[in-house]
């Protein structure tokens, strides 16, 4: 679950700073794949209310589709971004019409039923048309290689994992703090009717905000695919990391989810370099702690 290549590190003979500082990057980098996948998950579970357990489903579409892109097709990375990027959205809008349009407003065992089948599915379907092998996707050569930051250097793909989750967190908070969409969006989760008779067409920014989820989960499934590596059962192996993120940043919220992302993050790359034989323990245990103390989540939304 956490970052694939952390290297081990016998903590009893002493840490460096050059230790120190790799841990600090990994994790800033892992806790933003995190927050770009599962953000978009958090916007469905809190401004739309769908428990939408397909999210991940979705990341491994555009991860599969980067594979094919870049590696069969060769053509490129930034290619791959795009395609996998566009085509998961074109895949999704079908999806989103004939399916999800049904459990808007449903009881929650609705439609956690509804999207864990609509997972099986993709899973049985990515199988048989990309086959069961863990797919890797080559990086542009400006994402490969190291940084140097005077003090210390920094792998670029690892800076430009962290610079694309800062730049998501403000678009995504401008869109729906400081546009009319964002207005349109709260509305339309507060009273749909009400939002309606007043012109708002909320099927459209349903429709809209899917597809944003959609896009964003495929966007993270590329770019975070070094730290979280596509294979067959992508979408089932991290399903609980991004529903955990989500109910410790607090459903709906952009700065908790960033914030939950990013401790937990922290949290799990440190236990995994100091302490590798206790595997996901640490992270599960700061779960069980900050819900316990926050049970609506860091930066949850009232129901």
Request: aromatic content about 10%; glycine content about 10%; hydrophobic content about 55%.
């Amino acid at each position: 679950m956490a970052c694939e290549q952390a290297e081990p590190v016998a903590w009893k003979q002493g840490i460096s700073m050059q230790t120190v500082f790799s841990i600090a990057v990994d994790a800033l980098a892992y806790g933003m794949v995190l927050f770009v996948i599962s953000i978009g998950l958090s916007v469905t579970m809190g401004l739309m209310r769908v428990v939408n357990l397909a999210h991940g489903a979705f990341a491994m579409i555009g991860g599969y589709i980067a594979s094919y892109v870049a590696r069969d097709l060769g053509l490129g990375y930034a290619a791959a971004v795009i395609a996998a990027v566009v085509i998961t959205i074109i895949v999704a809008i079908p999806i989103e019409r004939f399916l999800y349009r049904r459990i808007y407003g449903a009881p929650e065992l609705t439609q956690v039923l509804m999207t864990i089948g609509i997972t099986f599915c993709v899973i049985g379907i990515a199988n048989y048309v990309m086959g069961p092998t863990l797919k890797t996707i080559p990086l542009a050569g400006a994402l490969q290689g190291s940084a140097d930051l005077g003090f210390r250097t920094i792998p670029v793909h690892r800076l430009f994992v962290i610079l694309c989750g800062l730049a998501v967190a403000l678009a995504l908070w401008f869109a729906i703090d400081r546009t009319s969409f964002g207005v349109k969006l709260r509305a339309s989760v507060d009273d749909a009717a009400m939002a309606a008779a007043l012109g708002v067409r909320t099927e459209i920014i349903y429709a809209v905000s899917f597809a944003v989820a959609v896009g964003l989960a495929a966007f993270g499934g590329v770019v975070g695919a070094e730290l979280l590596p596509v294979e067959p059962y992508y979408a089932l192996r991290y399903m609980v990391t991004f529903l955990v993120v989500v109910s410790v940043g607090g459903a709906g919220s952009i700065p908790g989810a960033l914030i939950a992302c990013l401790l937990l993050g922290a949290i799990d790359t440190t236990g995994r370099y100091l302490m590798p034989e206790f595997g996901e323990f640490f992270f599960y245990l700061a779960v069980i702690a900050i819900i316990c103390v926050f049970p609506r989540g860091l930066a949850g939304r009232a129901k």
